[in-house]
Structure formats: structure tokens, C-alpha cells
């Protein structure tokens, strides 16, 4: 096939750009925050390691969620990613649910920062955002790592082409 037969999408405009990210595959976590400021947690698929040294992910978060002033000014906030099984509750952080609903709906513990650490995430990250660089209509938070907790028994939820998927464990196949 030559280049003129590709399926080229040239002006790539918002619809364009969503239709192909749907077809990148990425954890779900559930973000959360507890402080000064109050509790607050969303899901996230926008989430990714940054550098081992020091140890930094980041999270894009949208400036227009009802949540973004929440994480502003607390200045903490706790990684879960989303294990298999945690469909409904990614659903329920993902939406217009009040806050406490949310909470509800799971168990949670707290480390250093006083972030909720989600029971039975793969793994948990309690943070520092450390810098915030806006980008169009996201803050991109960096997030240098105080603790974790880890899950070795759990396997691993994906979002990929807008649904959900199992990611299995190796030792499981
Ligand atoms: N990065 C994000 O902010 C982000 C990521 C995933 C989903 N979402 C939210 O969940 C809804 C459902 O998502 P979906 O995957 O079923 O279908 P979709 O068609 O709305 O999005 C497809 C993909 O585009 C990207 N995307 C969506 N909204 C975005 C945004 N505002 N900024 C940057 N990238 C974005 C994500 O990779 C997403 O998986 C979205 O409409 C959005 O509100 C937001
Ligand atoms: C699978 C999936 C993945 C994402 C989201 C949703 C879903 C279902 N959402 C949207 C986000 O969760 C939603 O806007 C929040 O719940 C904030 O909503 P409120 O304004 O607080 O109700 C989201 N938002 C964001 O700012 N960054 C992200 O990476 C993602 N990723």
C-alpha cells in the first residue's frame, strides 16, 4: 500500500483526536485527595510514569471537574490503580456522583499524606504534587512519590475502545 492509500485523517480536530486515543489501551485509576480543602477522588486513564528519580507519575486532570479546586489546594493525592472487578466503581467516579456516594462504595486507607488508599487496588501511590503545567483545557500534575502499597494478588483492569478489560496476571494464564 502506498502512502496516498492510507486512511489519513489530516485536519485532526477534537472528534478525530478522541477516536484515536480510543484506541490507545491505558490502566483506569481512581485519583484521590483528603485535606484542607476536603475529600475528592475521579477516575483517571491519563496517568503515567514520568521518572524513577525521584519517583514521579503524573495525572491529567480537567480544570472544568468539579473536583480540580479539591486537588489544587490540597496538594496531595493518592494513585489507585483500578483492579479487575472495579468496573462499577470506576463508572461511579467517573460521573456526576456526589462525592460521598462515591466514598461509599469501597474501602479506603490512609498513609503519610492522608490521600484514600483504595482496598484491593494493584497497587497504591501516595503523592506530592510537586508542579502543575497547563496544557489547553488539562492541568498536568506531577506527582513525586512518598509511599506505596502494593497487591500482588489482584489482576489489572484496562480502558480501552471506550469499555473495559482484564488484564490477567501472568502466573494466571
Ligand atoms: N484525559 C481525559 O480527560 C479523559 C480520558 C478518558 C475519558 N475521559 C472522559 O470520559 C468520557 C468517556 O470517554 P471515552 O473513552 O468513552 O470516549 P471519548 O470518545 O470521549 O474519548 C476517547 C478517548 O479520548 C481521550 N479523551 C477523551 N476526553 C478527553 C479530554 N477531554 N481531554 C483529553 N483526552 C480526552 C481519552 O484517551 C479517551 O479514552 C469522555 O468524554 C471524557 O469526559 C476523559
Ligand atoms: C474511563 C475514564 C477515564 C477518565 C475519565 C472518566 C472515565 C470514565 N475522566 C473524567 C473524570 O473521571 C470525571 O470528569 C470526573 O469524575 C470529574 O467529574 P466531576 O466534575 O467531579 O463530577 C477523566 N478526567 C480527567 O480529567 N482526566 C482523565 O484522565 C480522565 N480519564
Redesign the pocket.
Known sequence: MSVHELPLVPNVDRDAFRHAMARLGAA?NIITTDGPAGRAG?????VCSVTDTPPTLLV???RS???WPTFRDNGYLCVNPLAAGHEDL??L????TPMEQRFAAANWHTLASGSPLLEGATVSFDCKITQVVSVGT?DVLMCEVLALVRNDDSHGLA?FDRGYHHLLRQDAR
Do not use: D, I
Open positions: 483506569v475521579f477516575t483517571a486513564s491519563a491529567c486532570l480537567n471537574a468539579s473536583v470506576s463508572t467516579f467517573g460521573g456526576k488539562h480502558w
